[in-house]
């Protein structure tokens, strides 16, 4: 004989499936982002350097990174900031333009988008290790190009700061322009093209469509991609660690290679282990990547309404 379940057994059935089906989300949130944010904070508050026993020193981690001893962190916090913005300007730009004629009605624009994409599919490390040879001193491929033009051709790319970060930069849009082109190329498949016919028959040429309808119809795309990419720039960590690891004279060391190195590689930094000191730094680059987010957002609010 077959029992129809009552509608009471149904619905407590449903909220056990409901419950299963949510619990692996919220055990991986407790163990992979509760638990460690809880860890950080409390060990901000001690000295710690995974061995010994910890102390408990209070502020004095956060005291030491606004002294004189935390000038080296500010100076990567620089560096990040440098780096973030000056690849911004070229790899935003790049992908919606890209984006753009992509998009629109050309031979071969399915090759052609594939090839954008690939090197976000690649290697940071295999990534990193290319562009080190392709820019080495004497016998990497940019100098052969220039000698081949008649130039000198040994040109120590590695040496310079500031040649160091262009290099890197270099390396980030590389890698990072193309998935942002079709994060535009998904907007630009919302915009009506009525309004671009609607244009043509007034006379406006490309230039003009894309600057009149374009650009502010993808206000609220450009307002995730840009913030999408600000954020991953200044929480850059591999690419630097496979291309400079902080070289020359911790010149292109970011926050975020900073901070690793004091957990798990102070050797290089010529000091022991620092959990406590590392935490800290973590801390404080949680707010200021934390007041970034809020700045911008807050400046591009407007913006992002433009066609509610």
């Not at 409901?18 to 638990?35: C, F, H, K, T």
């Not at 102390?55 to 080296?72: D, E, H, K, T």
């Not at 820019?135 to 500031?162: H, Q």
């Not at 290089?268 to 680059?285: C, E, K």
């Amino acid at each position: 004989m077959i029992t129809t379940p009552t509608p009471h057994t149904l619905k407590r059935r449903e909220y056990l499936q409901s419950y299963a089906m949510i619990a692996i989300s919220v055990i991986g949130l407790a163990l992979l982002v509760i638990y460690p944010l809880g860890w950080i904070l409390r060990f901000s508050l001690y000295r710690y350097d995974g061995i010994s026993e910890p102390i408990y020193v209070g502020m004095s981690n956060f005291i030491r990174a606004f002294g004189a001893n935390g000038a080296r962190y500010w100076q990567t916090v620089r560096n990040t900031f440098v780096f973030a913005f000056g690849k911004l300007l070229v790899e935003i730009p790049l992908a919606l333009v890209l984006a753009y004629i992509v998009a629109g009605k050309i031979k071969g624009r399915s090759f052609f988008r594939t090839v954008y994409f690939l090197p976000s599919m690649l290697s940071v490390a295999v990534m990193g290790i290319m562009f080190y040879y392709l820019f080495g001193s004497y016998s990497g491929a940019i100098n052969e190009i220039v000698r081949m033009f008649g130039g000198a051709g040994n040109t120590r790319w590695f040496s310079s700061g500031t040649l160091a970060m262009i290099v890197i930069m270099i390396a980030s849009v590389w890698q990072n322009f193309g998935i942002n082109m079709l994060f535009f190329m998904t907007g630009l498949q919302s915009i009506p093209e009525e309004l671009y016919e609607a244009a043509t028959i007034d006379g406006a040429n490309s230039v003009q469509r894309f600057f009149r309808i374009t650009i502010p119809m993808l206000a609220p795309v450009s307002q995730m991609v840009i913030m999408n990419a600000l954020l991953g720039s200044l929480k850059v960590v591999d690419l630097v660690l496979a291309m400079t690891n902080g070289a020359p004279n911790f010149q292109t060391e970011m926050m975020m290679s900073y901070v690793y190195k004091l957990f798990f590689a102070s050797t290089q930094l010529g000091t022991a282990n620092n959990f406590g000191y590392g935490a800290a730094l973590s801390v404080i680059t949680a707010v200021i990547l934390t007041v970034v987010t809020l700045i911008y957002l807050r400046v591009t609010h407007k913006g992002s309404e433009i066609h509610d």
